[in-house]
């Protein structure tokens, strides 16, 4: 099957969650909102699974609205507080993911003003975020990012919001899981969660809410979720949530400390190829997360040679229309189109092995080398 390095894109489901799934797929049926015992039987269900979430980042369980992804818990945090507020600035980040940003410009173009937050060299947010102009609404900044897996400094733009009245979003989706995160004490007034990045199943995530800030649901229905998220609840994915948050609060040291130590010995290894630079070693990362270029050579160039070898890797750059475009993150970071179209990330998890890592750098190697020697016979 190969070796799968890319756990930021998504996370394998842990049998565990699955275990704890399949009654909801295949007995146990009932729609949480009958009164009959079916359906207060998955009402309990999902009580216990808001629990076990709310546990995960020290969030009360009503604090909790289940969604179907993260992508649909940072259009919630963005559209639903733009809702209740007069058209006006937000200011979200240079470096968010796709599903944060695409709601912001959709914003802009009903009239929001849209201010974006440099980052550094390193890809973190500059101290900028000190001048948010007054009349700002919404702020929203990523906990820690996707690709180059570096961490921000919420709790200080949290506090900076909070005392200039302004809303404060984070998209915490590759953080939860991976480090600790602790809704309450970092001051959020929103935090987004997607399951898939903390092996809970596709298609589950949830919006943590501090409930003072108003929210306008995208989508209305039946009163699900406090009237915020209308549908009849999806029970096996939330009831594969709460599972899978309860196990990475059990296991978060044990997760942290087994990536952490073979991203250590991978950059240790890359140091010997003087080809291949990594961004942001110098600045608090995920400890699974590792972005690097490799001169020479594109991205998409490595990851299907990687591919062809059995290892599966991101690229950094994105596709669209056909036309390979550099890493947003990477060029916010000032790192010039060549370098960025070379970049690919690695991302670590719970069932790789120091030997995956020792074959990962063989193939590498041998790929580099094999192309340096092509080109140098011309
Ligand atoms: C930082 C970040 N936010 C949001 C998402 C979207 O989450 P989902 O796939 O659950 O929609 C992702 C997924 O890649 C992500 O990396």
């Given at each position: ?7 930021n894109a ?82 979200i980040s240079r470096i968010e993911h796709a599903?944060l940003y695409t709601?912001?410009l ?10 974006y937050l440099p980052v550094d060299n390193t890809g973190r947010v500059k ?15 990523m906990?820690?990012n996707n690709e180059t897996g570096v ?119 890359l140091?010997?190829l003087s080809s291949v630079n990594i961004f942001a070693e110098s600045v608090?990362r995920?400890?699974?997360t590792l972005m690097i270029s490799v001169a020479g050579f594109t991205g998409e160039t490595i990851l299907m040679g990687l ?6 890797v991101s690229s950094g750059s994105a596709c669209h229309s056909e036309k390979t475009e550099p890493s947003h993150v990477l060029m916010a970071m000032g790192i010039d189109a060549t370098t960025a179209k070379s970049a690919i990330r690695i991302s ?16 590498l190697?041998?790929q580099i080398?094999?192309t340096q020697?092509?080109m140098?016979?011309?």
């Amino acid at each position: 099957m190969g070796i799968y390095l890319d756990y930021n894109a998504t996370t394998p489901l842990d049998p565990r969650v699955l275990e704890v799934m399949l009654p909801y797929l295949q007995t146990i049926h009932g729609n949480a909102s009958s009164v009959h015992h079916f359906g207060r039987r998955v009402r309990t269900a999902i009580d216990h699974a808001r629990e076990q979430v709310a546990n995960l980042v020290n969030a009360h369980p009503s604090n909790i609205i289940f969604t179907s992804s993260g992508t649909e818990a940072n259009n919630l945090a963005l559209k639903g507080t733009a809702c209740h507020a007069e058209v006006g600035r937000l200011m979200i980040s240079r470096i968010e993911h796709a599903s944060l940003y695409t709601p912001a410009l959709s914003l802009e173009r009903q009239g929001w003003i849209v201010d974006y937050l440099p980052v550094d060299n390193t890809g973190r947010v500059k101290q900028d975020y000190l001048t948010i102009p007054p009349d700002t609404r919404l702020v929203s900044v990523m906990t820690a990012n996707n690709e180059t897996g570096v961490i921000q400094p919420i709790a200080d733009i949290a506090e900076y919001c909070r005392t200039h009245n302004i809303v404060f979003h984070t998209d915490a989706s590759q953080a939860i899981g991976k480090i600790p995160v602790d809704f309450t004490a970092t001051g959020a007034n929103l935090m987004t969660l997607s399951g898939h990045k903390f092996y809970a199943p596709l298609g589950s995530g949830a919006l943590i809410t501090d409930k003072t800030t108003l929210l306008e649901p995208l989508l209305h229905g039946g009163g699900q979720e406090k009237g915020l998220r209308g549908g009849t609840e999806n029970v096996a994915a939330i009831v594969g949530l709460g599972k899978a948050a309860e196990l990475a609060t059990d296991e978060l040291e044990k997760r942290q400390r087994h990536t952490r130590q073979l991203r250590d010995t991978l950059e240790t290894l890359l140091h010997t190829l003087s080809s291949v630079n990594i961004f942001a070693e110098s600045v608090e990362r995920l400890p699974n997360t590792l972005m690097i270029s490799v001169a020479g050579f594109t991205g998409e160039t490595i990851l299907m040679g990687l591919d062809r070898l059995g290892f599966a890797v991101s690229s950094g750059s994105a596709c669209h229309s056909e036309k390979t475009e550099p890493s947003h993150v990477l060029m916010a970071m000032g790192i010039d189109a060549t370098t960025a179209k070379s970049a690919i990330r690695i991302s670590l998890g719970n069932q790789n092995t120091p030997e995956d890592i020792q074959q990962f750098y063989q193939a590498l190697k041998q790929q580099i080398e094999q192309t340096q020697l092509l080109m140098a016979l011309g």
